[in-house]
């Protein structure tokens, strides 16, 4: 099949989470099974000088032959950030997506060749799928194109004035409650679930609980139409990537069989936090994003009781201003037990994986999240909720039956985190059963040959 993977971010290009690793990974194990496969997204600053393609997109190539195009426009993408400042989008997000998503469409008849599958992937590309139906519906090009949704996080989901939606460039009469009008706005997340031939989202938890009241975000009723075709496939992770036995950012390196390295990494992570060495009490590691998702307002309720604990916890991300300040608040009210480092450092987040002893992630939702295989691979143990992908990829510890490799929130509150903490703190003070569940956790995999393969049963019944 000819796929066409249309995006906002890619790696190694942009980005700002996880879509971009799916976007950058996903397509190479597609070729790798056969298909021939290119990529779409906006020339961002931050991309940098390619080989021009046409006065329409810049080109590069990533995998073995995997053709990357880049839209071009100054005006709209030539800009400091992918999205917007200060944790908002840019006010003409709107126009900006728009146009990317319409000069996509025009750069596939550039480029010539006949395309099976268009994968499209969140708000930002909601319009293609709507542009392939309405505006292309008659041109022979497309006949036989289909179009595939994925939702990565339905909570952002591209909501404008409906002032804005003649610069989308369909026509006015798209604007109805049943296809891209929402509470008297546009909703081009809507878009692309209502005229999509299927649509994914990215783990089989997350597809459950999006068609429901709690986590549907007013959209469950639009998905529960498309339930015959909608289907949550967990993303992998990339082990050539994040694998300590082969990781060049971490030394020295170890694997599931020599994992005691583990300690000397812990050492080194307290350096590079600032935080003084204990006997034997274990880290606790956060890598990520500082949004309220990630369980942030429980964390601030929670730290009196976590402090007063034998542990140490330390903190790696950016995000939210209210969020930055509150760790910075904790590491100079707790110097000896609480590190904080506002920034996103590719070289420190090795380390706190290879380095913490557990992984706290405790979201009020998550759509798959990677950081958790990622800290199971290093053995670094999740400390998490029972929502989304964590469900779907995290086991809970049972001490009796010796199975399991994290730890589950029993429920979203103090008392649901501190009793899942103690839960983990008492396994690590007893050796042997600490050593079994990083076991069991460095044991863990989520390919994306695996995930690769359902996919392509959803290209394949786009056309059946």
Same mark, same amino acid.
């Given at each position: 099949?000819?796929?066409?993977?249309?995006?906002?971010?890619?790696?190694?290009?942009?980005?700002?989470?996880?879509?971009?690793?799916?976007?950058?990974?996903?397509?190479?194990?597609?070729?790798?099974?056969?298909?021939?496969?290119?990529?779409?997204?906006?020339?961002?600053?931050?991309?940098?000088?390619?080989?021009?393609?046409?006065? @329409?997109?810049?080109?590069?190539?990533?995998?073995?032959?995997?053709?990357?195009?880049?839209? #071009?426009?100054? #005006?709209?993408?030539?800009?400091?950030?992918?999205?917007?400042?200060?944790?908002?989008?840019?006010?003409?997000?709107?126009?900006?997506?728009?146009?990317?998503?319409?000069?996509?469409?025009?750069?596939? #008849?550039?480029?010539?060749?006949?395309?099976?599958?268009?994968?499209?992937?969140?708000?930002?590309?909601?319009?293609?799928?709507?542009?392939?139906?309405?505006?292309?519906?008659?041109?022979?090009?497309?006949?036989?194109?289909?179009?595939?949704?994925?939702?990565?996080?339905?909570?952002?989901?591209?909501?404008?004035?409906?002032?804005?939606?003649?610069?989308?460039?369909?026509?006015?009469?798209?604007?109805?409650? @049943?296809?891209?009008?929402?509470?008297?706005?546009?909703?081009?997340?809507?878009?692309?679930?209502?005229?999509?031939?299927?649509?994914?989202?990215?783990?089989?938890?997350?597809?459950?609980?999006?068609?429901?009241?709690?986590?549907?975000?007013?959209?469950?009723?639009?998905?529960?139409?498309? @339930?015959?075709?909608?289907?949550?496939?967990?993303?992998?992770?990339?082990?050539?990537?994040?694998?300590?036995?082969?990781?060049?950012?971490?030394?020295?390196?170890?694997?599931?069989?020599?994992?005691?390295?583990?300690?000397?990494?812990?050492?080194?992570?307290?350096?590079?936090?600032?935080? +003084?060495?204990?006997?034997?009490?274990?880290?606790?590691?956060?890598?990520?994003?500082?949004?309220?998702?990630?369980?942030?307002?429980?964390?601030?309720?929670?730290?009196?009781?976590?402090?007063?604990?034998?542990?140490?916890?330390?903190?790696?991300?950016?995000?939210?201003?209210?969020?930055?300040?509150?760790?910075?608040?904790?590491?100079?009210?707790?110097?000896?037990?609480?590190?904080?480092?506002?920034?996103?450092?590719?070289?420190?987040?090795?380390?706190?994986?290879?380095?913490?002893?557990?992984?706290?992630?405790?979201?009020?939702?998550? +759509?798959?999240?990677?950081?958790?295989?990622?800290?199971?691979?290093?053995?670094?143990?999740?400390?998490?909720?029972?929502?989304?992908?964590?469900?779907?990829?995290?086991?809970?510890?049972?001490?009796?039956?010796?199975?399991?490799?994290?730890?589950?929130?029993? =429920?979203?509150?103090?008392?649901?985190?501190?009793?899942?903490?103690?839960?983990?703190?008492?396994?690590? =003070?007893?050796?042997?059963?600490?050593?079994?569940?990083?076991?069991?956790?460095?044991?863990? @995999?989520?390919?994306?040959?695996?995930?690769?393969?359902?996919?392509?049963?959803?290209?394949?019944?786009?056309?059946?």
């Amino acid at each position: 099949m000819n796929i066409v993977f249309i995006a906002a971010e890619v790696i190694p290009f942009a980005k700002t989470g996880g879509l971009a690793d799916v976007c950058g990974t996903l397509p190479i194990q597609l070729e790798e099974l056969g298909h021939d496969v290119s990529i779409i997204m906006p020339h961002y600053r931050c991309v940098g000088s390619k080989e021009a393609f046409n006065e @329409r997109a810049d080109v590069d190539t990533i995998g073995r032959n995997i053709r990357v195009y880049f839209i #071009k426009n100054k #005006k709209f993408f030539d800009r400091p950030y992918i999205y917007g400042e200060n944790g908002g989008d840019y006010p003409d997000s709107a126009e900006r997506f728009g146009f990317f998503c319409h000069e996509a469409m025009k750069l596939l #008849k550039d480029i010539g060749k006949l395309v099976d599958i268009i994968h499209c992937h969140d708000w930002q590309t909601g319009l293609v799928p709507v542009l392939l139906r309405e505006n292309y519906a008659g041109d022979p090009f497309f006949a036989l194109t289909r179009s595939v949704f994925t939702i990565h996080n339905l909570a952002y989901q591209g909501i404008f004035p409906r002032e804005n939606f003649p610069a989308l460039g369909v026509e006015d009469g798209l604007f109805n409650e @049943r296809q891209m009008e929402f509470y008297g706005k546009i909703n081009l997340m809507k878009a692309g679930i209502v005229f999509s031939d299927y649509v994914t989202t990215v783990s089989p938890q997350y597809a459950r609980e999006v068609q429901t009241h709690d986590w549907g975000c007013g959209l469950e009723g639009v998905l529960q139409a498309r @339930r015959g075709r909608f289907m949550g496939i967990l993303n992998g992770l990339d082990y050539r990537v994040w694998d300590p036995e082969h990781d060049s950012l971490i030394d020295p390196k170890y694997s599931v069989k020599e994992w005691l390295a583990k300690k000397i990494h812990r050492d080194q992570l307290r350096s590079v936090f600032k935080l +003084p060495p204990y006997a034997d009490i274990p880290i606790f590691g956060f890598v990520g994003r500082l949004f309220a998702q990630k369980g942030f307002d429980l964390i601030e309720s929670a730290m009196e009781g976590l402090m007063q604990r034998p542990l140490q916890i330390v903190f790696l991300g950016v995000g939210e201003d209210k969020y930055e300040r509150l760790l910075k608040k904790l590491a100079r009210k707790y110097p000896q037990k609480c590190g904080v480092l506002i920034r996103y450092d590719e070289d420190i987040a090795h380390q706190v994986y290879a380095g913490a002893d557990f992984f706290l992630m405790p979201s009020v939702y998550e +759509p798959c999240g990677l950081t958790q295989m990622i800290a199971l691979r290093y053995g670094t143990i999740p400390v998490v909720s029972a929502v989304g992908g964590l469900l779907d990829t995290v086991t809970d510890f049972s001490s009796s039956k010796k199975k399991g490799d994290g730890f589950f929130l029993s =429920s979203y509150s103090v008392s649901g985190l501190l009793e899942a903490v103690d839960r983990a703190t008492g396994v690590y =003070s007893q050796k042997e059963k600490y050593a079994d569940l990083i076991k069991h956790a460095m044991a863990c @995999r989520w390919t994306w040959e695996t995930s690769a393969k359902y996919y392509i049963e959803v290209y394949q019944a786009c056309s059946s």
